[in-house]
């Protein structure tokens, strides 16, 4: 059950035209409400490796991951899937699995093996100690999608997947604490720190772990606004103060009730896959997040928070206007919200979105306005050095702007707090570049990656004009989940 690498490219190229003017917690999994198996489960312990052993457990079956945990799912007898024998044993360090698989009149051996890891503290962690997972092998045509063990629920639960009709099978028995405990202490985690945090995500994503899951998961989207345009058909699913404050209370109380939120659209985190809020008005903003359900009454989300800051001044004579742009990192996580409880909990701080390439411009300078200078700077995860990737837009002045990142010349590297001179009059550009002037600036993140609390980008540059001119600011990036 290996990780692959799960993004969404987007070109939203938000747009905002301006008139210058000279005016100045407690991780609570969801609860079990579907079913657990009535047929005999009878635990052992013995001196042989074995945890404990169940007779039969009836499971259900599905054709996706929305059905199987569906709220209508119930147990068919007769022809559901089952697993008879089942024992669990611990032996030389790995998870051992033998059961008898009756599912559509065939009769299948099972045995499967794999390395366990526990979810113990690690600095983003809000909740450890209460589960385990299996990273367990495939046996014959049977892929093994998860082996979890929950001490809060007090239950094993296996999913498997027929690797010719890729259809689901789920099972769930009740497991005591004494060999919950037992198995938690048995070895030590193979990864600590994030890369344990990674692994449990990995093996905690049911959607993430099937044979025909999406391998890209890359979804492009784009649109644009402008605060001179009517927006009536645009519907944010949130405010820049709604999202704070449901962000602000998960960081301090690890869960919260999302119903008590009110001017957040609930449905961002019971939808499967990528959704996000791109707003301009007074405070503009960027909320993006990704989801899939996890099992009956559990969406897994993950989610990130972004500031988008504009600036416009004066530039100390009467023909110069400054202005600037800049993208930072508010916050991000990974969330568990239960639809029986309607909590919304802390899995990781920390593990939000991760953004690469993210750029953001200035352009479509009206009224033979031209930039004149540029400056960059940025704070982002792992990057080596002290260099922006930076460009310039450079276009005739009869051209229309409809994309900040229009008429683009290529990147290239401009040292961070500096500032890179251009011609200084309209006349010169238009000479220099051959019937065309400097009416855009933008820089990107390229490969280094925004992430974190304070991760930010921003570009900023000093133009010249004779009448007032307008502009537009917009952004674009990568975004990639862990699901």
Same mark, same amino acid.
């Given at each position: 059950?290996?990780?692959?690498?799960?993004?969404?490219?987007?070109?939203?190229?938000?747009? +905002?035209?301006?008139?210058?003017?000279?005016?100045?917690?407690?991780?609570?999994?969801?609860?079990?409400?579907?079913?657990?198996?009535?047929?005999?489960?009878?635990?052992?312990?013995?001196?042989?490796?074995?945890?404990?052993a169940i007779d039969e457990i009836g499971g259900i079956s599905a054709s996706s991951v929305d059905s199987?945990?569906?709220?209508?799912?119930?147990?068919?007898?007769?022809?559901?899937?089952?697993?008879?024998? +089942?024992?669990?044993?611990?032996?030389?360090?790995?998870?051992?699995?033998?059961?008898?698989?009756?599912?559509?009149?065939?009769?299948?051996?099972?045995?499967?093996?794999?390395?366990?890891?526990?979810?113990?503290?690690?600095?983003?962690?809000?909740?450890?100690?209460?589960?385990?997972?299996?990273?367990?092998?495939?046996?014959?045509?049977?892929?093994?999608?998860?082996?979890?063990?929950?001490?809060?629920?007090?239950?094993?639960?296996?999913?498997?997947?027929?690797?010719?009709?890729?259809?689901?099978?789920?099972?769930?028995?009740?497991?005591?604490?004494?060999?919950?405990?037992?198995?938690? $202490?048995?070895? &030590?985690?193979?990864?600590?720190?994030?890369?344990? &945090? &990674?692994?449990?995500?990995?093996?905690?994503?049911?959607?993430?772990?099937?044979?025909?899951?999406?391998?890209?998961?890359?979804?492009?989207?784009?649109?644009?606004?402008?605060?001179?345009?009517?927006?009536?058909?645009?519907?944010?699913?949130?405010?820049?103060?709604?999202?704070?404050?449901?962000?602000?209370?998960?960081?301090?109380?690890?869960?919260?009730?999302?119903?008590?939120?009110?001017?957040?659209?609930?449905?961002?985190?019971?939808?499967?896959?990528?959704?996000?809020?791109?707003?301009?008005?007074?405070?503009?903003?960027?909320?993006?997040?990704?989801?899939?359900?996890?099992?009956?009454?559990?969406?897994?989300?993950?989610?990130?928070?972004?500031?988008?800051?504009?600036?416009?001044?004066?530039?100390?004579?009467?023909?110069?206007?400054?202005?600037?742009?800049?993208?930072?990192?508010?916050?991000? +996580?990974?969330?568990?919200?239960?639809?029986?409880?309607?909590?919304?909990?802390?899995?990781?701080?920390?593990?939000?979105?991760?953004?690469?390439?993210?750029?953001?411009?200035?352009?479509?300078?009206?009224?033979?306005?031209?930039?004149?200078?540029?400056?960059?700077?940025?704070?982002?995860? &792992?990057?080596?050095?002290?260099?922006?990737?930076?460009?310039?837009?450079?276009?005739?002045?009869?051209?229309?702007?409809?994309?900040?990142?229009?008429?683009?010349?290529?990147?290239?590297?401009?040292?961070?707090?500096?500032?890179?001179?251009?011609?200084?009059?309209?006349?010169?550009?238009?000479?220099?570049?051959?019937?065309?002037?400097?009416?855009?600036?933008?820089?990107?993140?390229?490969?280094?990656?925004?992430?974190?609390?304070? $991760?930010?980008?921003?570009?900023?540059?000093?133009?010249?004009?004779?009448?007032?001119?307008?502009?537009?600011?917009?952004?674009?990036?990568?975004? $990639?989940?862990?699901?």
């Amino acid at each position: 059950m290996k990780r692959c690498n799960r993004l969404l490219r987007v070109s939203l190229v938000l747009v +905002m035209v301006l008139a210058l003017t000279f005016g100045m917690a407690t991780t609570t999994f969801a609860k079990e409400s579907q079913y657990r198996s009535d047929a005999d489960t009878t635990i052992v312990a013995t001196n042989t490796g074995t945890l404990f052993a169940i007779d039969e457990i009836g499971g259900i079956s599905a054709s996706s991951v929305d059905s199987l945990f569906g709220n209508n799912q119930k147990i068919s007898r007769g022809v559901a899937p089952k697993l008879s024998n +089942m024992t669990l044993a611990y032996e030389n360090g790995k998870l051992v699995l033998h059961a008898i698989l009756t599912c559509d009149s065939e009769v299948i051996d099972l045995v499967s093996s794999g390395d366990l890891y526990k979810n113990e503290k690690t600095d983003n962690a809000e909740t450890y100690g209460n589960l385990i997972l299996g990273d367990m092998s495939d046996s014959d045509n049977i892929h093994f999608v998860q082996l979890r063990i929950d001490k809060e629920k007090s239950l094993i639960m296996i999913i498997l997947q027929a690797k010719d009709t890729k259809q689901l099978m789920q099972f769930q028995a009740p497991i005591d604490h004494d060999i919950f405990d037992t198995l938690y $202490h048995a070895q &030590e985690n193979q990864l600590s720190g994030t890369a344990l &945090e &990674e692994k449990i995500i990995d093996l905690y994503s049911v959607a993430g772990n099937l044979i025909d899951k999406d391998s890209t998961n890359m979804t492009e989207e784009s649109g644009s606004m402008s605060p001179v345009v009517s927006t009536n058909d645009i519907r944010p699913m949130a405010t820049y103060s709604g999202w704070t404050a449901l962000i602000n209370a998960l960081n301090a109380n690890g869960s919260v009730r999302l119903s008590n939120y009110s001017n957040i659209d609930a449905s961002v985190f019971t939808s499967s896959g990528w959704r996000y809020d791109n707003t301009w008005g007074s405070t503009p903003y960027s909320f993006v997040s990704y989801g899939l359900p996890n099992g009956p009454g559990e969406y897994l989300i993950q989610f990130a928070l972004v500031d988008i800051v504009t600036q416009s001044n004066s530039g100390g004579a009467s023909d110069l206007w400054e202005i600037g742009m800049q993208a930072r990192y508010k916050d991000g +996580m990974l969330v568990s919200y239960d639809t029986y409880s309607d909590m919304l909990s802390v899995f990781y701080y920390g593990l939000g979105i991760r953004f690469d390439n993210y750029a953001i411009g200035i352009n479509g300078l009206t009224n033979n306005a031209v930039f004149i200078n540029r400056s960059v700077n940025r704070a982002y995860y &792992e990057a080596s050095g002290s260099i922006v990737r930076a460009a310039i837009s450079v276009s005739r002045p009869l051209d229309t702007i409809a994309n900040v990142f229009d008429y683009l010349f290529p990147y290239q590297d401009q040292n961070i707090n500096s500032t890179q001179l251009f011609d200084q009059t309209y006349s010169q550009q238009y000479t220099r570049y051959n019937g065309k002037v400097i009416r855009g600036i933008a820089a990107t993140t390229g490969s280094n990656i925004l992430s974190r609390t304070g $991760h930010f980008i921003n570009v900023y540059g000093t133009i010249r004009y004779n009448t007032k001119p307008s502009w537009r600011y917009g952004y674009n990036y990568t975004a $990639h989940h862990n699901l």
